[in-house]
């Protein structure tokens, strides 16, 4: 019978304590196309179904999640696109611009593995029923890294790729974008823009944009392709917090071994920091640094990088703050009707005083 299986791979690693070159020959997994097709095929669907619905809000001016000419909310309209499977042709802008920019994130690490000689799986989409319709995308790397420099490359590849597609998609967002109206204002949850919007916005009020030169950027329902290029901007700043096996965590042990399970705790504290001040999600994420801070992959510390890979690791600092927004998203007040932020404290004040306002309400007449 053929042997369908792969060819081993054989890794020759120094090993600078020892002062030995190290062999490790692995044996390469067959790729599971079927399985990676069916996700990314998954993923499409949920996001269009998600596009779907805001497009048709924007199309008629109602606020971002709404549904249809109600007041009610409609986080998961996958009843209301079932309806009717025309809907989902909405959804293009919207699907297409988030899939772009999580695809190029993760090819951006395929590619700089393969060409690294790093053996890696074809992305691996996560359809879920989240606010955008997926939970992102990721790559296992299944063989040991060379170098430091290797580790650096392939680490940062992917922020970089998922970054450049994402700036122009974010402008032609902007550019597709119509002023808010009373109507269309009536959120129950708004996105916390961050600083590279304010930067985009500023220079098309320069370049004679007449939506930009007219509106501030908070005056703007943003179009669904700048929906999806928020999304995914945000997640290059959630992939280069630095710290644990994230991006940016790959990119700390590069520069500096010794500095990331230090830097990893700094990261957490500052996390929780702003989950109770900003945006209760950081909470997740600090106990995802936790979970990860101690450990790394294997990798040997000599040689060191160059200077040029260390200009580019500055690149990835500016990138993440240019991305990243500490208040993330904020919700409305039932008490003031105004957003406000989802910070854990104010989840856990919120929660206290529904608890004391069930506790004062009368209790209900006894009947026989």
């Given at each position: 019978?053929?042997?369908?299986?792969?060819?081993?791979?054989?890794?020759?690693?120094?090993?600078?304590?020892?002062?030995?070159?190290?062999?490790?020959?692995?044996?390469?997994?067959?790729?599971?196309?079927?399985?990676?097709?069916?996700?990314?095929?998954?993923?499409?669907?949920?996001?269009?179904?998600?596009?779907?619905?805001?497009?048709?809000?924007?199309?008629?001016?109602?606020?971002?999640?709404?549904?249809?000419?109600?007041?009610?909310?409609?986080?998961?309209?996958?009843?209301?696109?079932?309806?009717?499977?025309?809907?989902?042709?909405?959804?293009?802008?919207?699907?297409?611009?988030?899939?772009?920019?999580?695809?190029?994130?993760?090819?951006?690490?395929?590619?700089?593995?393969?060409?690294?000689?790093?053996?890696?799986?074809?992305?691996?989409?996560?359809?879920?029923?989240?606010?955008?319709?997926?939970?992102?995308?990721?790559?296992?790397?299944?063989?040991?890294?060379?170098s430091r420099s290797d580790l650096f490359d392939v680490g940062v590849a992917g922020p970089i790729a998922g970054f450049v597609v994402a700036v122009p998609l974010l402008f032609l967002g902007l550019m597709l974008s119509q002023p808010?109206?009373?109507?269309?204002?009536?959120?129950?949850?708004?996105?916390?823009?961050?600083?590279?919007?304010?930067?985009?916005?500023?220079?098309?009020?320069?370049?004679?944009?007449?939506?930009?030169?007219?509106?501030?950027?908070?005056?703007?329902?943003?179009?669904?392709?700048?929906?999806?290029?928020?999304?995914?901007?945000?997640?290059?700043?959630?992939?280069?917090?630095?710290?644990?096996?994230?991006?940016?965590?790959?990119?700390?042990?590069?520069?500096?071994?010794?500095?990331?399970?230090?830097?990893?705790?700094?990261?957490?504290?500052?996390?929780?920091?702003?989950?109770?001040?900003?945006?209760?999600?950081?909470?997740?994420?600090?106990?995802?640094?936790?979970?990860?801070?101690?450990?790394?992959?294997?990798?040997?510390?000599?040689?060191?990088?160059?200077?040029?890979?260390?200009?580019?690791?500055?690149?990835?600092?500016?990138?993440?703050?240019?991305?990243?927004?500490?208040?993330?998203?904020?919700?409305?007040?039932?008490?003031?009707?105004?957003?406000?932020?989802?910070?854990?404290?104010?989840?856990?004040?919120?929660?206290?005083?529904?608890?004391?306002?069930?506790?004062?309400?009368?209790?209900?007449?006894?009947?026989?």
């Amino acid at each position: 019978m053929p042997d369908n299986s792969s060819p081993s791979l054989e890794y020759q690693i120094y090993d600078p304590e020892r002062q030995e070159i190290r062999v490790v020959v692995i044996q390469p997994p067959k790729r599971r196309y079927w399985l990676h097709a069916l996700l990314f095929l998954a993923t499409i669907f949920t996001t269009l179904c998600i596009g779907a619905r805001m497009q048709f809000n924007f199309n008629h001016n109602l606020p971002l999640f709404s549904s249809d000419l109600s007041q009610d909310v409609d986080y998961w309209p996958w009843a209301w696109v079932l309806q009717d499977l025309h809907r989902l042709a909405l959804g293009i802008p919207f699907s297409a611009t988030l899939l772009a920019i999580l695809g190029a994130h993760e090819m951006g690490h395929f590619v700089t593995a393969v060409r690294r000689r790093i053996f890696a799986t074809l992305p691996f989409f996560i359809p879920a029923p989240t606010l955008i319709g997926t939970l992102g995308a990721f790559i296992r790397i299944r063989s040991p890294i060379r170098s430091r420099s290797d580790l650096f490359d392939v680490g940062v590849a992917g922020p970089i790729a998922g970054f450049v597609v994402a700036v122009p998609l974010l402008f032609l967002g902007l550019m597709l974008s119509q002023p808010l109206t009373p109507a269309s204002s009536q959120i129950d949850l708004a996105f916390a823009l961050p600083l590279i919007f304010t930067l985009a916005h500023s220079l098309l009020a320069a370049g004679g944009n007449l939506l930009a030169m007219h509106f501030g950027l908070h005056d703007i329902y943003l179009h669904p392709v700048a929906i999806a290029a928020w999304f995914g901007m945000f997640a290059t700043a959630l992939n280069l917090l630095p710290g644990g096996q994230l991006d940016g965590g790959h990119i700390v042990f590069a520069v500096r071994p010794q500095w990331h399970r230090r830097v990893s705790m700094l990261s957490i504290a500052v996390l929780l920091l702003l989950s109770w001040y900003f945006w209760a999600g950081w909470l997740l994420w600090a106990v995802v640094l936790r979970m990860t801070g101690a450990r790394h992959p294997d990798v040997p510390l000599a040689p060191p990088m160059n200077q040029k890979r260390k200009w580019v690791a500055a690149l990835s600092l500016l990138m993440l703050i240019l991305s990243i927004t500490p208040t993330a998203i904020r919700e409305r007040d039932d008490d003031t009707q105004q957003l406000r932020k989802s910070s854990l404290k104010n989840v856990l004040e919120s929660i206290r005083k529904n608890r004391m306002q069930k506790q004062q309400q009368p209790a209900p007449p006894e009947t026989r």
